[in-house]
């Protein structure tokens, strides 16, 4: 290991931070997961149960809760929302004036579904947690997002 | 050319990217969450993956920024400078392609920071300062440096 080689000291670079980033991320007050977690599926959600929940839903769970006209929130950029989205959807403006269109339709106890794109897009966990740490006590994160649903042919609009 | 090699322009781009890059990390060393949602907002890491860049991008910038300037590993700054930019500029440029509006998360990831979007004025930011760590890396002359010494 010749320090003079610049790639040696960029890699040594890299080696510095790692160790700084992670090691400071133990003994913080405020850690987070090295790995993003992904939410468990849960099958047959009991909607009366009084438990405050986030959890991940399957399609089939989603498509229940659609029918029971549960209240949708696309997590996805506008542009895409606008392209198509399922239907009674509301689109994903500015957190506050969101939750405050919410909290004109239902309070923060009544269940809530999330989705985005498809299975991979991290925009309804994201968003999932932001409405968790605002007090909403009833999160469901349809994993499929927009890819199940459109796929499957259920009920869905365009436009704003 | 050989003028922008020599002497006090390295100096000056040593100030600068040093600076640019501490003052980038602060922000986001104090908060690695916003961070991860502001690199997750890009599309371009497998879910799961933003948390681990979101603790170790930040030390990079900062770690980076004090050496450049302090003169430890200069080569190896550089190097890295380089590569971070050209990985910022790839980032959002494809978020630009692609039509998605985004906060930067470039120097400030709170939540108060609203308009801080990404746009071509960042790429060409960006682009100036890859421009000034190549300026660095083929420097000629290696002033105020010293770690390792200069032969």
């Known amino acids: 290991m010749n320090i003079r080689i610049p790639i040696v000291q960029a890699i040594l670079l890299v080696v510095i931070s790692l160790l700084i980033g992670l090691g400071s991320n133990i003994i913080s007050s405020k850690p987070i997961p090295w790995f993003a977690e992904e939410l468990a599926v849960v099958d047959m959600v009991e909607i009366k149960s009084d438990e405050p929940i986030?959890?991940?839903?399957?399609?089939?769970?989603?498509?229940?809760?659609?029918?029971?006209e549960v209240l949708f929130v696309d997590a996805r950029d506008e542009s895409y929302y606008e392209a198509g989205h399922?239907?009674?959807?509301?689109?994903?403006?500015?957190?506050?004036?969101?939750?405050?269109k919410i909290e004109e339709k239902q309070n923060k106890d009544t269940p809530l579904v999330v989705y985005c794109g498809d299975p991979g897009c991290g925009d309804s966990e994201q968003l999932a947690y932001d409405f968790k740490d605002m007090g909403f006590t009833k999160l469901y994160v349809f994993k499929g997002g927009w890819l199940e649903w459109s796929k499957a042919g259920y009920p869905s609009e365009v436009g704003k | 050319m050989n003028y922008l090699l020599n002497g006090p322009v390295i100096l000056l781009a040593r100030l600068i990217l040093g600076g640019v890059f501490?003052?980038?990390?602060?922000?986001?060393?104090?908060?690695?969450?916003?961070?991860?949602?502001?690199?997750?907002?890009?599309?371009?890491?497998?879910?799961?993956?933003?948390?681990?860049?979101?603790?170790?991008?930040?030390?990079?910038?900062?770690?980076?920024?004090?050496?450049?300037?302090?003169g430890i590993m200069v080569d190896g700054a550089a190097i890295m400078i380089i590569i971070m930019n050209m990985i910022f500029i790839i980032a959002i440029s494809q978020a630009l392609a692609r039509g998605i509006s985004i906060e930067c998360g470039c120097f400030s990831v709170s939540s108060a920071a609203e308009g801080d979007k990404i746009g071509i004025i960042t790429v060409i930011r960006d682009?100036?300062?890859?421009?000034?760590?190549?300026?660095?890396?083929?420097?000629?002359?290696?002033?105020?440096?010293?770690?390792?010494?200069?032969?």
């Open chain 1, 86 to 100: 399922i239907k009674g959807a509301m689109k994903n403006i500015f957190l506050y004036e969101l939750i405050f």
């Open chain 1, 54 to 68: 986030l959890a991940a839903i399957s399609l089939k769970q989603a498509k229940v809760f659609f029918d029971e």
């Open chain 2, 22 to 70: 501490i003052l980038a990390s602060l922000d986001k060393i104090s908060n690695p969450e916003a961070f991860a949602a502001a690199i997750g907002n890009y599309h371009v890491l497998p879910f799961g993956l933003e948390n681990l860049l979101a603790l170790i991008l930040p030390w990079l910038e900062f770690i980076t920024g004090i050496f450049i300037i302090a």
């Open chain 2, 127 to 151: 682009i100036g300062y890859l421009i000034l760590g190549f300026l660095i890396f083929y420097r000629q002359k290696h002033k105020f440096e010293f770690f390792p010494k200069p032969v």
